[in-house]
């Protein structure tokens, strides 16, 4: 869940036009805070199901039986935040972005309390012997502080906590909003925290080297056979239609990596897997968790119905298959098993990955959004096609009439372009 001052401004720009924070419209404000924003699901050990875990006051509970229809049954807190994080961080209003695990005969439940394009951030852990809130072991016991951010002290955000614990018992926590990307760190699998005096944590991944803004958060850990995976999210969360929030993936052989991705392009200098994007009708996709069952696996994450933007950040529950060099391939969402049939009709092949280059030296890794828009770079963007030209579009102070115009053709199967800008620079592109 987006947490930085430059996607603050962002998000005015979508909501108004402008960068005046005391405008906005009020209804476009009240989608963003509906739905099942940042969903964390966990299915039951007593059988009752499967419940996700949501941002929201005192964190939203959903109850499932079948992943298909879902019902609010409660909150974990009686009050919008615990007095302590309230007391840490003034001016919250809510919890952010929770996790869940259950190991060590017991739920491990994670959460963030931060403002707005703030680094003065907490992140707490509450446990309890049952989400069932039928079960007589429900009941939710705040163990307080785990990890905190200061502006004047930390280079991380201290938001966004996923909980990982593997088989041989270790237990693993990941977590990070903007800033320098992703952090990951060992705890002690009995407290659910940190080791007494030891706090080394290992950055994940990060954007910065790319030269781009720093929009990674909301870590995942999966395993899958003897491989980990790290999953994040790209680019802007909460804008609508014109959201481009997506899902990528590393894999380790390691839960604090190296992670790489398919190009063998480590995460932590700005590699990443994109599997889940934006297509003609779902938009903005991310901030996802991972359910593993016996009848398989899922990617379960908030997204837009770009046919119905006014219910907000709704949730998508998607099977996920697994090649055979071990990577995940994610499928139409459960509710809409004919997306992909149709995307394919109404989607761009050009939507998508791609590497351009500029004057055969400057290399950037751009994602072709379904809105027309570009991700990847600092600055609006925008591309559209006709027949075989590609027109892409840089808006720059800097550049002649206030953008970069980057007029290339496409070559006979759509997967590269050549051309120039309006100073003459070659331009090329390839299709990841």
Known sequence: MYRHKWFVAGLLLALTGSLNGDEYDATSLEALRS??????????????????????????????????SWKEV???FDRHVPEWAEK???????????????????????YSVSTFGSQRSVIGLATSKSVNPKSPDYGWEDQGVVIESFAEKNDFNAIDPAVFSDSNGKAYLYWGSYWTG???????????????????????????????????EAPFMVKHRESYYL??????????????????????????????????????????????????????????????????????????????????????VRP?????DGWLK??????????????????????????????????????????????????KSFWNRQGKKLRMRWLDPQAPNG??????????DGKTYYGKNQNGTVIEGSKR
């Open 35 to 68: 739905g099942m924003p940042d969903p964390a699901i966990v299915e039951s050990h007593d059988g009752s199901g499967y419940y996700v875990f949501a941002t929201g006051h005192g964190v939203k509970v959903f109850h499932s039986a079948d992943l298909l």
């Open 330 to 379: 994610v499928k139409s969402p459960l509710k809409d098993p004919l997306a992909e049939d149709r995307n394919k009709e109404r989607l761009s092949p050009l939507v998508g990955a791609w590497t351009h280059v500029v004057d055969g030296k400057d290399t950037y890794n751009i994602f072709l959004e379904a809105s027309g828009e570009i991700s990847g770079t600092a600055g």
């Open 231 to 316: 999953m994040a999210s790209w680019d802007f969360c909460c804008a609508g239609e014109d959201s481009t929030y997506k899902v990528v993936v590393g894999r380790s052989q390691s839960p604090l990596g190296p992670f790489v991705d398919m190009q063998q392009r480590t995460m932590d200098k700005g590699g990443g897997e994109v599997i889940l994007a934006s297509d003609a009708r779902w938009r903005g996709p991310g901030h996802n968790s991972f359910l593993q069952t016996d009848k398989g696996d899922y990617l379960v994450h908030h997204v837009y119905d770009g046919e119905e933007v006014k219910k907000g950040r709704i949730l998508q």
């Open 74 to 76: 409660g909150r974990v």
């Open 403 to 412: 953008a970069w115009i980057d007029e290339v053709t496409l070559s006979a």
């Open 88 to 110: 840490a961080v003034p001016g919250c209003d809510g919890i952010w972005a929770p996790d869940i695990r259950y190991f060590n005969g017991q739920y491990y439940l994670y």
């Open 320 to 324: 996920v298959t697994w090649t055979r």
């Open 182 to 216: 992703i952090k990951g760190i060992e705890i002690d699998p009995q407290t659910g925290k940190p080791f007494d005096g030891k706090f080394e944590y290992v950055a994940l991944a990060q954007r910065t080297a790319t030269g781009i803004p720093t929009n990674i």
